[in-house]
C-alpha cells in the first residue's frame, strides 16, 4: 500500500468525521426550533418573523450534509476495497455489512431511543410522582425537566408551583427515575394523543391546581382527538362519598393511569 493510498483514505476519513459532527450541530438546531414552535405555534403570524424560514434553511443544510456524507463514505469504500484481495476482500463485506447491522441495532433499540427521547425533554412539563418515604398515596404534580443524566437515569425535575404547605414556600428540585415520569401529548401532535373511552382510570390535572388526580373518564361524544375529556375525579373522603363535580380537562393534561399506582 503506497503512502498516497494511505493519505488519501485519512483524508476522508478526517472528512466523514467533519460532515457527523457539522450533522449534529444543524440536528440540535433544528430540536430547538421545533421546541420553540411547539411551544409558541403563533409566533410564525406575527410579522417579521422568520422561524419556518430559518427551520427549512436547516433543513436544506442537513439534506445536503447527509449527501456529502453518502459520497465521502462511497469514495472512502471503494479505496478501501481496491487494497483488499480478492478472498479476503469478499470477507470483509461481509465482516462490514455485519457491522452495520449491529450498529443500526443498537442505534435503534428501544433502550437507546427512549434514552434520546428523555435527554431532549429538558424545558419541556411533565407529569411527576413526587412522593415523599412513608406517604399513604402516590402524588403526582406538573413539573419542568431541567436535565436527564444517561448515566444514572436520573430526571432532575423543577415544581415551579409548590402548596402553601411545602417547606419553604419556593420552587423545589428533585432527582427521579424514567418510571417517575410520564409525558404529556403534544398540542400540535394529535399522533402523541392517546384515546381514552368512557370508564377509562386516567390522571389529570385538577382544573387550577398543578396536581394530578385519579379520575374516570366520563363522556363518550368526543369526535376528535383533541377535544376535552369529561371526568370525574375520585374522592379522597374516608367515607367513601363522592362530592366533587364532574370536570372538563384538556386532553393534553390528562394521560394513562400507570400500573401499580397506589390507591
Not at 28 to 41: D, F, G, R, S, V
Not at 78 to 95: A, C, H, N, S, Y
Not at 197 to 212: I, K, S
Request: with cysteine; charged share 35%.
Amino acid at each position: 500500500m503506497s503512502s498516497f493510498d494511505i493519505d488519501g483514505i485519512l483524508g476522508n476519513t478526517k472528512e466523514l468525521d467533519r460532515l457527523r459532527k457539522e450533522q449534529e450541530v444543524v440536528v440540535l438546531e433544528i430540536n430547538k426550533m421545533h421546541k420553540k414552535l411547539l411551544a409558541t405555534p403563533k409566533v410564525v403570524e406575527k410579522p417579521g418573523d422568520n422561524s419556518l424560514s430559518k427551520l427549512k434553511h436547516l433543513y436544506t443544510q442537513a439534506k445536503q450534509l447527509s449527501e456529502d456524507e453518502v459520497s465521502v463514505s462511497t469514495t472512502l469504500l471503494g479505496q478501501l476495497e481496491t487494497l483488499l484481495p480478492g478472498p479476503v476482500q469478499q470477507r470483509r463485506k461481509i465482516d462490514k455489512k455485519r457491522m452495520k447491522a449491529d450498529s443500526d441495532n443498537a442505534r435503534s433499540s428501544p433502550a437507546m431511543r427512549n434514552l434520546e427521547a428523555c435527554a431532549n425533554m429538558k424545558d419541556e412539563q411533565v407529569a411527576a410522582r413526587v412522593t415523599p418515604d412513608g406517604a399513604e398515596k402516590d402524588e403526582w404534580f406538573i413539573v419542568k425537566v431541567i436535565h436527564f443524566d444517561k448515566e444514572t437515569k436520573l430526571f432532575e425535575v423543577l415544581d415551579e408551583e409548590p402548596g402553601d404547605e411545602d417547606e419553604g414556600g419556593g420552587q423545589r428540585k428533585y432527582k427521579l427515575p424514567m418510571s417517575a415520569i410520564i409525558s404529556f401529548p403534544k398540542r400540535n401532535d394529535p399522533s402523541t394523543v392517546p384515546e381514552f373511552l368512557p370508564g377509562r382510570r386516567v390522571l389529570a390535572v385538577y382544573p387550577g391546581t398543578t396536581a394530578l388526580y385519579r379520575a374516570t373518564v366520563v363522556n363518550s361524544h368526543r369526535k376528535r382527538k383533541t377535544d376535552d375529556y369529561l371526568l370525574e375525579f375520585d374522592d379522597d373522603e374516608e367515607d367513601g362519598s363522592s362530592t366533587l363535580p364532574q370536570r372538563t380537562v384538556p386532553f393534553h393534561k390528562v394521560v394513562a393511569l400507570p400500573e401499580g399506582l397506589r390507591q
